[in-house]
């Protein structure tokens, strides 16, 4: 049986195993993230202490594939450190895409601080293929830590096409061979931003994401939509406050991130069934 915690940031969770024995081979992190069957996740990240006030996350997408970032779940596995008594206030996390201080600000916030992208958003057009004909989409390529594709949406995102339009632009040619995250952002006032995102290794729209959070913000920088603070509504419902000095070359994101269980996973947990004919549209189905 394997320990684990169920952790959650602004909607994004997570199973996190703290100093296990090995880190689960991909199947067996598809099987334990797929929902309705398993516990079901966002993602899975493996936590182990490092020096004094420190500790290495290493990061797997539900598809069982690492990646370098994911913000949300690192908020989340400083919050897991303060838990398990690691640290106190402050905790250094490494990750694949570098290190980075996080505070408490208390047992459901966190704030991460991080240096700003090192390069501006991108202008990019797109031709993309759709059920309902080809639509022609213009947005931002940005690198933040993870690659994102950052979609301005004024109209409003109540019917933004995140899930059809979002995946068909995360496997455009533009983006291989990698694939890209989607987010689909709107500023109703230039210290507001709303978003929903299409999450590359979840293949489907997740409740937040704060890697997308960032490059949203960055594309409303860079266009003169938005300024910081920054206070940032996600599909979950819960609100991230992007912040810093951008002369200084650093910024940071707070808001939820939560322990919210603990236990052991079961046998029962590894039930990966063979999904029927139609639902193989489904990337993550049956894999």
């Given at each position: 049986?394997?320990?684990?915690?169920?952790v959650s940031g602004s909607g994004n969770d997570?199973?996190?195993?703290?100093e296990p024995s090995q880190v689960?081979?991909?199947?067996?992190?598809?099987?334990?993230?797929?929902?309705?069957v398993s516990l079901g996740a966002d993602g899975l990240f493996v936590l182990?202490?490092?020096?004094?006030?420190?500790?290495?996350?290493?990061?797997?997408?539900?598809?069982?594939?690492?990646?370098?970032?994911?913000l949300n779940g690192t908020r989340c596995a400083a919050q897991l450190a303060f838990h398990l008594g690691w640290a106190e206030g402050e905790?250094?996390?490494?990750?694949?895409?570098?290190?980075?201080?996080?505070?408490?600000?208390?047992?459901?916030?966190?704030?991460?601080?991080?240096?700003?992208?090192?390069?501006?958003?991108?202008?990019?057009?797109?031709e993309i293929p759709l059920a309902s004909g080809d639509t022609a989409t213009a947005g931002?390529?940005?690198l933040v830590g993870v690659p994102h594709f950052v979609l301005p949406w004024p109209e409003g995102l109540a019917n933004a096409p995140v899930r059809e339009l979002g995946r068909a632009i995360r496997y455009h040619p533009a983006f291989e061979p990698a694939g890209t995250n989607v987010n689909f952002v709107r500023f109703p006032e230039t210290h507001r931003m709303e978003i929903r995102t299409y999450e590359r290794g979840v293949e489907d729209e997740t409740l937040s994401c704060g890697t997308g959070v960032l490059a949203g913000a960055a594309v409303g920088l860079a266009t003169g939509g938005a300024?910081?603070?920054?206070?940032?509504?996600?599909?979950?419902?819960?609100?991230l406050e992007v912040d810093g000095d951008?002369?200084?070359?650093?910024?940071?994101?707070?808001?939820?991130?939560r322990v919210v269980a603990e236990g052991e996973m079961l046998p029962g947990a590894l039930a990966s069934p063979v999904p029927p004919p139609w639902a193989v549209g489904a990337p993550l189905a049956g894999s």
């Open positions: 049986m394997t320990r684990f915690h169920k997570f199973l996190a195993l703290a689960p081979p991909p199947g067996t992190i598809r099987a334990w993230c797929r929902r309705g182990r202490r490092g020096g004094p006030a420190t500790a290495t996350m290493d990061y797997f997408n539900a598809d069982g594939f690492p990646a370098n970032l994911c905790v250094r996390v490494r990750t694949g895409a570098g290190t980075f201080s996080a505070r408490r600000l208390d047992a459901g916030r966190v704030a991460i601080d991080l240096p700003v992208p090192a390069e501006e958003p991108r202008p990019l057009s797109l931002f390529r940005i300024r910081l603070p920054l206070h940032v509504t996600t599909q979950g419902g819960f609100q951008l002369s200084t070359g650093r910024w940071s994101l707070a808001g939820d991130a």
